[in-house]
């Protein structure tokens, strides 16, 4: 680990996003799963939220590479689930689908506790996520398309969330909870040591300002 290494990943690290996330539910191509993923990281969320009962997209989080190890996912067993914790964590729920009654995706306020819920490639999102929504968004269209596929409209409403997080100062300061930056930080930048600690149910040793270790966590093992 380089001292420039561990400082770019500080700098990105104090930008992240602990109150934007997004709920996927039963998105299954791999190529729209990478791309809204990598989104994310782009944009500067920390952790997002997943309903794939057949598996998919913890598969292939797991799986792939890139930008899957720089943001967390959480997989629900169902949608239910997915809005009882979400609810409990004081979310507020923005729908993307195109419903005669959404509001244009642009004039949304995403500055608070916001979770962008999205619908599998064909169908959308169930009613029931559409219920549950405190507010539902569309991305106009003003071809003969209906919609654009998830990952681009993904991409849309985020960057919108981005610019409004920006202006209100919102990337300015680290707004991580201590222990979750300092973790989080540790896994970055030793992630196959980190692996092993939480295996054998080890802590995570303190970084020095340039990223070495303090000590060697494993040395005893």
């Not at 244009?104 to 064909?122: C, N, Q």
């Not at 973790?183 to 930048?189: H, I, K, R, S, Y």
């Amino acid at each position: 680990m380089t001292p420039d290494r561990f400082n770019k990943l500080k700098t990105v690290l104090d930008r992240r996003q602990p109150d934007l996330t997004i709920l996927a539910e039963d998105v299954h191509k791999s190529h729209n799963i990478a791309a809204v993923i990598r989104t994310c990281d782009a944009v500067g969320v920390q952790q997002i939220h997943a309903v794939s009962p057949a598996g998919q997209m913890r598969r292939h989080h797991m799986v792939s590479g890139g930008s899957r190890r720089w943001v967390n996912m959480i997989v629900h067993e169902d949608v239910s689930t997915a809005i009882t914790v979400l609810r409990s964590e004081g979310w507020r729920l923005v729908a993307a689908h195109p419903t005669n009654t959404a509001n244009d995706y642009r004039a949304v306020d995403y500055t608070g506790k916001t979770a962008l819920l999205l619908g599998a490639e064909l169908e959308g999102l169930t009613p029931q996520l559409i219920e549950a929504a405190d507010e539902v968004v569309t991305i106009p269209m003003e071809g003969m398309v209906a919609s654009l596929n998830i990952s681009v409209a993904a991409a849309l409403i985020l960057y919108e969330a981005q610019r409004q997080r920006s202006k209100a100062g919102l990337y300015q300061n680290s707004r991580l909870p201590r222990e979750e930056y300092n973790a989080t930080l540790f896994e970055w930048a030793y992630p196959k040591i980190a692996e092993r600690c939480r295996d054998r149910g080890i802590r995570y040793p303190k970084l020095t300002n340039d990223g070495s270790l303090t000590e060697n966590p494993l040395k005893n093992q």
